[in-house]
C-alpha cells in the first residue's frame, strides 16, 4: 500500500511498514491540496493526527482511498459514518495515548494548584519579594475531590495517577457503576473501587477539581456551560484535555472573572490552532498546544498500533 501520513508517524511506525512492503509518505500535505495530491500520488490511505480532516468532499473526491487512520483517540476530524458507508476502512489508535494524556493532566493540576504557570512568567520582573506574596497561597492536591467527566481509558488512566496523589475521584459518566482501579504500587496491584455517578449535577458541587475526556458532542453543545458552572463549589478548578468547546469558553471566563472557578488548564480550544486570546493571556489559565498525546513513548505506541492495523488490513485486503 501507498500511505500518505500527513501529520506525521513515528519511526518506528514507519520502520514497522515499509518492513512489511508500504510505502510511507510523512510529506505534509495543505489540507487544500490533499484530494488533489492523494489522487495524483495514488495514495491508498492517509493517516492524521488533529491537524488535518477527512470530511465528505476528500472522500468524495478520492475513489481510489482504501483507508483512514486516526493517531489518537477523537475522530471528530473524519467523517467516519460517511467513510464506512462509502466502503472505506477507518481506523484509530485508542489505548495508545492514555498514559501520556493522563500524565499531562497531573501536571497540570499541580501546576494551577501553585500558580506555576503564571510565576513563571513574572519571574523575570525581579520583585521577588511581590511575586512569593502573590503565589503563597497555594492548594494541594492530596484530600482533594477530583470530578473526571468521561471515564474511558485516559479518565481511569488519570484516576490512577491521582488517587497515587491521595486524592478522592468521582467519575461521571453514562453509565452509574463501581468501576474497579488497579494501583500498581512497589510491585503490587491494589484496586482501589471508584463510584461513577451518570447525573454530573449530582456530584459538581463536591468538587473542588474537574478533568474533562469527553468527545466533541455530535450536537456541539458544551458539557460544561453558563448552567454548570452555577453549580460549582467556589473556587475550583478545571482541566480539558479532551476537545475543543466540551467547555463553554466565554462561560470559563465569566466564572474566572467573578471567582467560581479559581484557576484553569486547557490543552484544547475552540478556535484551534488561533485560540482565544483572552484565554491565553489570562493569568488563572495555563495553556498547552494540543500535546496531550505528545510524547515519545505515546508516538511510537501509536505508531506500532496504527502499522500493525494497516498490516492486518492489507493481508485480509
Known amino acids: 500500500m501507498k500511505i500518505l501520513a500527513n501529520d506525521g508517524i513515528s519511526a518506528l511506525g514507519k520502520s514497522i511498514l515499509e518492513a512489511a512492503g508500504h510505502q510511507v509518505s510523512t510529506e505534509k500535505v495543505d489540507q487544500t491540496a490533499l484530494a488533489s495530491t492523494i489522487n495524483e500520488q495514488g495514495f491508498d490511505a492517509v493517516l492524521v493526527r488533529s491537524a488535518t480532516t477527512v470530511r465528505k468532499e476528500v472522500i468524495d473526491a478520492c475513489p481510489g482511498l482504501r483507508l483512514i487512520g486516526r493517531g489518537g483517540v477523537g475522530m471528530d476530524n473524519i467523517d467516519v459514518a460517511y467513510a464506512r458507508q462509502k466502503g472505506l476502512t477507518v481506523i484509530n489508535t485508542p489505548a495508545s495515548s492514555s498514559q501520556s494524556v493522563a500524565e499531562l493532566v497531573m501536571g497540570h493540576l499541580f501546576s494551577i494548584s501553585r500558580f506555576l504557570n503564571d510565576s513563571f512568567k513574572n519571574m523575570s520582573s525581579g520583585d521577588f519579594a511581590t511575586l512569593k506574596k502573590n503565589y503563597a497561597k497555594g492548594v494541594e492536591l492530596r484530600g482533594k475531590t477530583l470530578g473526571i467527566i468521561g471515564f474511558g481509558r485516559i479518565g481511569q488512566s488519570l484516576a490512577t495517577y491521582a488517587l497515587g496523589a491521595g486524592m478522592k ?32 449535577t449530582e456530584v459538581i458541587a463536591q468538587l473542588d477539581y474537574i478533568s474533562i475526556h469527553v468527545p466533541k458532542q455530535a450536537d456541539g453543545a458544551a458539557v460544561i456551560g453558563p448552567k454548570e458552572f452555577q453549580l460549582m463549589k467556589k473556587g475550583v478548578r478545571l482541566v480539558n484535555a479532551a476537545r475543543g468547546g466540551v467547555i463553554d469558553e466565554m462561560a470559563l471566563l ?22 482565544l486570546k483572552a484565554l491565553l493571556d489570562h493569568p488563572h489559565i495555563a495553556c498547552t498546544p494540543h500535546i496531550g498525546a505528545a510524547t515519545l513513548e505515546a508516538q511510537d505506541r501509536i505508531g506500532e498500533e496504527l502499522a500493525d492495523l494497516i498490516i492486518a488490513f492489507a493481508k485480509e485486503a
Not at 175 to 199: C, F, H, M
Not at 254 to 275: C, R
Open 169 to 200: 475521584v468521582i467519575a461521571i459518566e453514562r453509565s452509574a457503576r463501581i468501576q474497579p482501579i488497579n494501583l500498581k504500587i512497589g510491585g503490587q496491584t491494589v484496586e482501589v473501587p471508584v463510584k461513577v455517578v451518570a447525573d454530573l
Open 254 to 275: 465569566e466564572a474566572l472573572q467573578n471567582g467560581t472557578v479559581s484557576a484553569a488548564a486547557l490543552d484544547v480550544f475552540e478556535n484551534e490552532p488561533t485560540p
